[in-house]
């Protein structure tokens, strides 16, 4: 009866142990719908492409409450705003050279902050 003890103990952390897979699936789930959410930071706008760079480099530094790093070739800018890692890029459309897109993703820890983004999207928008 001593030998089967620990063969008892174990039983509820066996019925647990398929408890994991699911609850792992479940949390990368629920990472990547938060992940890949388009929610508010893409807005296209009829300017010219030098235009817009110019006006997202100027709300870049205006609203920056941390470090900030502007990438002029692939025109990006990664920095820290409102307590939120941003990332800003401007994306020219391939059939017109008059529409460029604004996209903007804010993430605060491990959540995207689509409210932020679609702020900051419209403040570019805004100074054009």
Do not use: H
């Amino acid at each position: 009866m001593k030998k089967l003890v620990p063969l008892v103990l174990l039983l509820p952390f066996l019925a647990s142990c398929a408890a994991v897979p699911i609850a792992a699936a479940a949390a990368v789930g629920v990472w990547s719908y938060d992940r890949y959410n388009e929610e508010g930071g893409s807005l296209p706008v009829e300017a010219p492409q030098a235009k817009v760079w110019s006006a997202m480099k100027q709300v870049a530094n205006e609203r920056a409450t941390g470090p900030i790093e502007i990438t002029e070739a692939s025109e990006r800018v990664v920095g820290e705003i409102s307590e939120c890692t941003v990332y800003m890029s401007v994306l020219p459309y391939l059939t017109t050279e008059s529409v460029v897109e604004i996209k903007v993703r804010a993430v605060q820890g491990q959540r995207e902050r689509g409210d932020i983004a679609k702020e900051i999207a419209e403040d570019i928008a805004g100074r054009l």
